[in-house]
């Protein structure tokens, strides 16, 4: 049941998260084989993840100087990965769950109508843990789902709660990264504020066949528009 | 005080909008949280009667609940509500218990201050 991806070159993919680091795990080997074959990336982050509670260790942000941080963080992330089109959306971080639905899926309309991606990538509403994964998943489903369905692009969804294969199934699409795991460790390790080693890795250095385990295939459910 | 009914908490919230309110929020996790389990680290914070206005606010999740109200400059937001007081029809009383019943996060709406 997997997609392979030598068969669908992607045009353009549209990825909308909600936080800086959100595309580090996921999503970033996908985007950088992607981006090798000469896909164009645009990726929507919603917010700054100024509410985020890792400051680094020892501490060297702060609440005030946390957003300019993740900031370039973000930035750092995207070059890493090759992403050529980032936008930050400037929605409150814990806040995407309360915002104004009307808002929200008007600027997710407006890149849809701007861009005409070929892939849209996001979270699985319900199955994404955090609010702001579960409510940008959502907005996004919501949104494509009210173009005529001609026109709606494909949605790859990252899912990771505990009970996601029990109620929706295995992932259909695996994208097997290993090839990438320069740029996504690359991208990952760009978010210096949220991960720290320990975290990161566990307490000892893993060697490459060990993360060639943990970090080599990325897993994508497909939406199931009716 | 009795458990928060999530369409009864969305209407005072919407009720309450677009107003000049007073508000007291606070979250606690008891002066003695690091004396009882030296691996927590105590910490509280409240501020009451200070003067807000949303514009858009709404009750989220499935129980403890969360609360996010949008002004014009910012955001109130909290987490871990359980209860509120069903009789207050003109204000907004809710509050977060744990399974001991202790208040651990509280916020209150009021167009007259606390
Ligand atoms: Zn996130």
Redesign the pocket.
Known sequence: MHEEMKNSVERHILVV???P??EAFGVAGTLAKHIQNGTQVTYACLTL?EMGRNMGIPPFANRVTLPEIRKKELEASCEAIGIQDLRMLGFHDKMIEFEDQDLLDSQIDALLKELNPSLVVTFYPGYSV?P??DATGAAVIRTVERLPKAERPPVHCVAFARNTEQEIGKPNVIIDVKDFLKPKMASIQAHKSQFQAAELVGSKELNDEEIQARFGTEHFWIYPFK | MQLINQSEIQKRIDRLKDQELYIHLELTMGAYAAHLDSSKHSASTFITNAVIQYSHGSISGEGPYRIGLKMSQGWVYSEGLTHYEESETDRLIMAGHDSQGKLIVSLQLSREPF
């Open positions: 998260l909600p936080h680091d959100d993840g955090h702001d994964h």
